[in-house]
């Protein structure tokens, strides 16, 4: 039985395997601090158009947040997300464990709104006894978002301003990065993120390679971040492993022409049940796809192909989520939706 | 010119502040291991109907709760609070400082549902994937509650027959315990929050004590709790300050007496207030009452008498909250009576 | 029976609790933003020659160790001590449960020796892998030291140019700074301290007070510093209770004139001790005095008077502790040299 | 130039590669939740004869010692280890920044001896402060020692003696664990340490794996460990690629054959510079050798092959590490021992 459950099904593209099988005996040097984490961090600063960019490669999505976020806040302050951000839901308590509150927003389709994040700032600072509560330090948003929406250029930009007249730091999890960037409904670049953000990582795990997150300081990164990182078990004693992954991806135009791929299949999903009368509990322009199910379909589907319950819609209604990946087959989207 | 800004503007009842001055250049053994304590906690188990009570005095408030949580909590639980509980909004983050998620259900008059919290704890361990979240651990509840308001027996025991059910520790602050106890409106004893809850505090600092909140834990302290009072900075050197505030505040009656003083003025005031034609925010049971004030009357009102500015109600009125105290005299509410 | 166990016995000095009895009933604002606070700020900033001091007023010591570490260190850092320095010992983890490691160093006679602090910091960064350790950010002293020896002028302003170099906070933990400027061995005044230090604190608890300790910031408190004090549990709600508390230890000299008397018995309880053959494990120029007791002693006074079981030096003989303080009387240590 | 400096400098054993090679597009649950997870743990527990135990995979070092120590303490509790153990130095204040002091004992040749753990213990209990300070509640060990040294069945008997009298967790961090099963030197073995600890993990990084940690607890898991370990961002999605690393490893005795390689190598290396006059810091009967050189040498060596400046000696000798790994050849020996 095979699996629309998630984007990290499946292992790496097999040019970065390749690559990895030819140097594994090579020796190298610990940490990150190799010639292959060097040339990857400046594929990456090009890709960026960020050429003073600090670079860090972690594992995974929550010990970056975890990390990123231990390192730029101050121990009064809190990160603010949307109430569906994956910190504020899906990680443990990831961040509260480091210290830290998650103030949460209100949502639309996965979204912060500019507007209530400045209404919610300007009563904060209103009200007299603010330094009674946690200080706002950090804004976090999600691109794609949990619900594979995008912000647009405009809603970034907005965002943006209003973290630097709250002087707060804006800060992107990429998790899906690529399958944001490769939809034709983002307007938004890598250099637009780096220009707008103080950080943000281009996620790995989710596309294209074994795991690993690239974390970009377009700026500059805290002082003493890498023994932050060491501080929070995040450092990979092979550092290597992860500059051996992003560089391949960052290598003629990897990253994005498998990204299209995940949203070419996405489409064909996505139009596959459309036309076959299924709704969608929202428009997503990228990988992810929210289809309202007949609760009975539900059961029926669920013996043939695997897929993520996502909530309840009614009493006869589920939300479900089919995510492609940079590794779905055309024919496994046939496959799909042959059964429905 | 006076307040009603809040419960804590005054000292102490005279009667512990002449007792202190007595015993002031006695020698006790430190942190709270001397006779007064013992006697203070003896008093506080009778008057709980709980003999077997482990009982502790701590400084103040936020305190407390992120003492309490944090000696009650595994490292992976959360606390379930009311969006409006004073852990969620009030405490600087104190509760995540300490490693904890405060998780907020919706509140209506300052308290939480027990049909929310079933909900909720349905609906959390319905989910797949509930171990990727913060596992709730404990019900925080407050009596009365920021909004003056109170649970019922009935509601309190259905929250702890849900906390029994789902392995939950409840946990009542009782800041203003007293004023709750005190109002007509109540039907819930010590003994009853010894019977349901885990653990709960009887506030000093609001009602009579110059600081000072008396932890109960009706049937056992976690182990080493004291040892987590002194690493979270809450052990009082003196610590027979604590014990000869709650030893008079639990002898003759006294806590009993001047928290009956804070609601009876409150009373007075509402009833002048609403013969004078002026709106509530909600119905108070309790010494916190919250007044709708048309802004231009507010702006004359806090040139001649101190109050707290709750939140805006709508562009031309204010909800304001006037509280009693202990100390509050009939002459005060008369004069606030006559300005408005 | 009475005791010589610590200086912490007794409750206040009584002018402190004429002068809240006087004022118990007037109403002041809540956490520490009253009149009384600051005047008591100013007559502090006034005895440190340090007109631009931020001053806060906590309750207690480890308290006031651990909201000052928390507030001033970044995450990645710890704080260097003195292996018998408080925070290294004796407070149950404090430190390390705010997330800083407390990186100890040799110490003579409780002191910490500028030489070896600086060895250490020396290695410390000549070490290629030094950005895998925790990166050293203060020094905490105790003046005087957890066995009452003081630093000398000249080895505080080393110890200060080392913290400059290495760019370290320097932090002076004042429990009992009141017994050590009034040591005729001391040659440090509050204005070398506000000189020399970057934070320090004037102890109450244990030099007249019931309770509080003075910090003093004689640069600049670290942004929200007030934020972190709620955050810490350590905002008390009457905040001017500790306004009161300082503003009365600060006027017509009384800090130093009570603080004298203690050194004044300790230097009477001490020579009597000698004239009687007694040995001392160490020469103590303040209120702390450590005896070595033969067992069979021990055994015996300690039916008669309480004092601190210091640590077992051989097989037949102890370490013990007479502290003596603002309180004790002439009489006590005449009773107290009649029992040895 | 090749390299000494560790045993992680290469990747993995080619039999691991080849496998993710054939696997890699195979669709796989997250988490860990998958057959090949599954399969490992279950030989993990045969090579253990621990057929209860509960079998995790964690990515690293630090991450798994922070991980379990944060599982396994409860906040009131620190964990003891020799002064030169790995969590006491160089984790960056990982196990502090879970709020966990490291409580340091002595060592020799970087073992701790049951007798100085015993005399901590009875001299700690006896001290009628002790709830005052942090509490021990776990010994950590390495297995081998940072001084590649091991402790017998003896030694480790003894400890896990004290620990059962005094209520202390036993935990064996075995980062290089295959390094000492398979030094002739060795008389324990993983069934020895599933019935002598609490918790242990088997080393993948330094021991033919790219990374990896195997934890295994050989009677149960803490509750929720699963939630503990994605709180502390140690959760890798693509969990499998773990499970395919060990159950490669322990596959047809790979890990002690490989092993045994390092050891073989190690002890060339050792006679080779003994047959040449060097003298060794500590006699290590596994993969780091501790070699004594004389400065000029050193400089004169480093032109030519990599390996660990470890600490200076005296003012013209510095001991240097050369570690072996399981990808060390013969030849690699022999062209170092020709430099020399």
Not at 12 to 41: F, M, V
Not at 43 to 64: E, N, S
Request: glycine residues 8%.
């Amino acid at each position: 039985m095979f699996s629309f459950a998630s984007d990290y099904t499946q292992g790496a593209h097999p040019a970065i395997l390749d690559r990895l099988a030819r140097i594994n005996l090579e020796q190298q040097p610990g940490y990150g601090e190799d010639p292959i984490c060097d040339s990857a961090k400046e594929k990456i600063r090009t890709a960026c158009q960020a050429p003073d960019a600090d670079v860090f490669f972690l594992v995974g999505g929550t010990q970056a947040n975890a990390t990123i976020i231990g390192g730029m806040l101050q121990n009064y302050q809190g990160v603010i997300a949307a109430v569906t951000g994956h910190i504020a839901c899906h990680e443990a308590g990831a961040i509260e464990a480091g210290g830290h509150k998650v103030i949460t927003l209100p949502q639309e389709n996965g979204k912060m709104k500019a507007a209530d994040l400045e209404a919610y700032l300007k009563a904060f600072y209103a009200d007299g006894t603010y330094t009674h509560m946690v200080i706002p330090g950090m804004v976090y948003l999600s691109f794609p978002t949990e619900y594979g929406t995008l912000y647009s250029l405009e809603e970034l930009t907005a965002i943006s301003a209003i973290c630097a007249e709250y002087n707060l730091k804006l800060f992107v999890d990429g998790a899906r990065m690529g399958y944001g960037l490769a939809s034709p409904a983002c307007d938004v670049t890598l250099a637009d993120l780096a220009r707008l953000c103080d950080v943000f990582y281009i996620g790995g795990t989710k596309v294209g390679a074994l795991f690993g997150e690239a974390v970009v300081f377009p700026k500059k990164a805290p002082a003493y971040f890498f023994t932050t990182i060491k501080q929070k078990g995040a450092l990979l004693a092979k550092g290597w492993l992860l500059g051996v992954q992003f560089d391949t991806l960052f290598t003629d135009n990897l990253y994005a022409s498998i990204s299209k791929n995940a949203i070419d299949q996405a489409f064909r999903l996505r139009d596959g049940f459309k036309a076959k009368g299924y709704s969608f509990y929202l428009d997503s322009p990228t990988n992810q796809q929210f289809v309202i199910l007949e609760n009975d379909k539900l059961k029926e589907l669920e013996q043939k192909v695997t897929f993520s319950i996502w909530e309840p819609l009614d009493a006869n209604h589920t939300v479900v989520r089919f995510a492609t990946s940079w590794a779905t087959t055309a024919q496994q989207v046939d496959t799909l939706l042959e059964m429905i």
